[in-house]
């Protein structure tokens, strides 16, 4: 039920102090004029015999003497009557206060605030009356309070702000009510969003604005400003993104950067604001000589030495520091030298650029660690928590360590803030390290549709947890159909198998084609597990076991060889397998570059029909240019099945295009039985792509930028060619295009257009493609 308000709570509340403060006047001058013959010490000090409270009904009047601060007999000046009269009003508790003399009594008459009865919204639309009321400090069936309602006002209009509405107003009023009870009313004007019309730098030399831009959390406002979140002003995200902007630049070198300024500026018409950025860039340092000295007796220095990592001449990073730390700090721990610390000293030389660094093994103090105290995880358990440690109660306390730890339970994501901090223990010797967390939703149910040229329109749902039942697993349910496919999987991952760093998997999966591409239905359905684990500081190893079912059926063509494979049926693939992969992405060494290996086998006969080695490989190079503005990136792909004990692949075992040589359908490349026009695919494929982005010139907070890229590759061989009538050689196609890329809401998408420049007569063209765009 909504009301109308007749007078502001602050309006009353003026009023009232205005009116007690006449009523005070009008005491003082009747006492000294009335010459009350009350014992007086001085002109100015009167003895009252007795005091009377009046009007009070829910605060007893010792309370009120108290607050007064005056006892009987007691002798007052008019200052002291003056601060009784302040200390009853400061309490709150009183619409008005009147203090009068009457005789040798001196009366204290009171009006107490009024009962809360309801306490309504007016005017919110964004946010609900349930939010705002679990906001707010007042409450119903208790006593009004106009300060209190001034400071909830306050905070409802803080929170519009901290939504872009830095406009919003929010007006406390009251309805007065019989049996001194009011309905108190905030009425609220909502404003629209306050957005960022402009994001700008001032003093940047080696990146432009629009690199810069990119590197911050808070966006300008653009196209789909209704449903970007981030391009709102909020004072609290700046300061993350200076930190940002230091990182960035610290990473490249810049050691003398420094945001000196971080100004907004609301527009007259308070529906834009300018956000701009000072920045004092400095130069571009490089590594220059490189040592390693020890100061702890015993230990050799040579030793910590052939672990370091960096190279003279490239350019300088703090993270490539701390890595080199870890790794020699992680060395004297497998030596069994506790509280021996590496000191990075630098030394600068401005002459050259030049940054030498020292890395001096120090003896550090014994402290150890005392307990480690958990507070904020209502959900995830304290073992998530504390697995990401590498010290334990009891152990050496390493500061560089604690500091990794926080990162690494930041990185975990079911946290939206993490706070990692030391401090003194029960001795001189011990801290107690306090890890405090703000959880975050880690759950998600979608539900949507998809539209592939080739698949058509599908409908997708799934069911995703990143902390399932707060142990920090992942399990996922996803159901997907096309127009002439259906897929459906369960998943479920335990980071922390046996409490080490290994990723025990463990999945389930069915899917289902219906003429897909071809004049066939095939059906997989099946499970796999696997356990994967580091073996390098950026590497790791992934081993699995898998058991499948592979069904050809209703191939309605006239092509021999899919017959022969359709006739087959069901057949059992038992496949034992791992992977290997080395990413130079990990740990954000090279931010301005990357290289990516990854290498895999499979083979299939422990068990089962099939009988095959399936391997495959993938290289993939990427390095930023022209102050970071253009990447380019260069991509190989190849695989083979190679056929064991007389076994014979099918479809289902060998490799297509599918996508890997844009300019061609999925089955568009390969063997293909020229009359039927059925595509067989091939047990080898190899694909070499040369990609290159760079923006267009649109403003960045749009996500579209611009590609270019050049494919060469080829499918090709089979078990069966049907005597040599299919043509399985391999025949090189090539393909030339340009891209759009649009990070739009749903996913990264990529408009291809292509142009086929090499090709077989047989192959299957596609000029155009939209795909989600791929991700390493």
Known sequence: MHHTASASAKDKSDRAHFKRRILTALFLSTATVSGVILTPATAQEYSFNQVAVEGNVLVDAPTILGLAGIKRGQVLSVSQLNDAYQGIVRSGLFEEVEITPQGNRLVIRVKEYPVVNIINFEGNKRLKDEELAKIIASKQRRVYSPSTAEGDAALIAEVYRSRGRIAATVTPKIIRRSDSRVDLVFEITEGRVTEIERLSFIGNRAFSDRRLRQVLETKQAGLLRNLIQRDTLVPERLELDKQLLRDFYLARGYVDFQVTDASSEISRERDAVFVSFSISEGRSFRFGKITTVSEVTDVDASDFEEVQRIRAGVTYSPAVVENNIARMENLALRKGLNFVRVDPRVTRNDRDGTLDIEFALVRGPRIFVERIDIEGNTTTLDSVVRREFRSAEGDPFNPREIRQSAERIRALGFFSDAQVEARAGSASDQVIVDVNVDEQPTGSLSFGASYGLEAGIGLNVGFSESNFLGRGQAFAVNISSGADNTNSSISFTEPAFLGRDLALSFGVFYNLTSQQNALYDTGVAGFNTSLAFPVGEQSRLEVRYGLAENTIKNYAGANVILQNESARKGELVSTI????????????????????????????????????????????????????????????????????????????????????????????????????????????????????????????????????????????????????????????????????????????????????????????????????STKF
């Open 577 to 772: 397998g791992y992977t290997y992969s080395y990413d130079t992405r990990i740990g954000g060494l090279s931010p301005d570059r990357a290289v990516l290996l990854r290498f895999s086998q499979d083979f299939a006969g422990l068990g089962g029909d099939a009988k095959y080695l399936s391997t495959n490989v993938l290289a993939l190079a990427e390095r930023k240019v022209l102050n970071e503005e253009v990447t380019l990136r260069a991509i190989f792909e190849g695989g083979a099945v190679v056929s064991t004990g007389g076994y014979v692949t099918r479809v289902t075992d060998r490799f297509f295009g599918n996508g890997k040589i844009r300019g061609f359908e999925s089955n568009g490349i390969g063997p293909r039985d020229t009359v039927t026009g059925d595509a067989l695919g091939g047990n080898y494929y190899a694909t070499a792509r040369l990609e290159a982005d760079f923006p267009l010139g649109f403003p960045e907070e749009y996500g579209i930028t611009g590609g270019m890229f050049v494919d060469v590759g080829s499918v090709w061989g089979l078990d069966d060619n049907n005597g040599g009538a299919i043509d399985d050689s391999a025949h090189p196609r090539a393909s030339v295009g340009v891209s759009v890329l649009w990070d739009a809401p749903i996913g990264p998408l990529r408009f291809n257009f292509s142009k086929a420049l090499k090709k077989e007569s047989y192959d299957k063209e596609q000029a155009f493609d939209l795909t989600i």
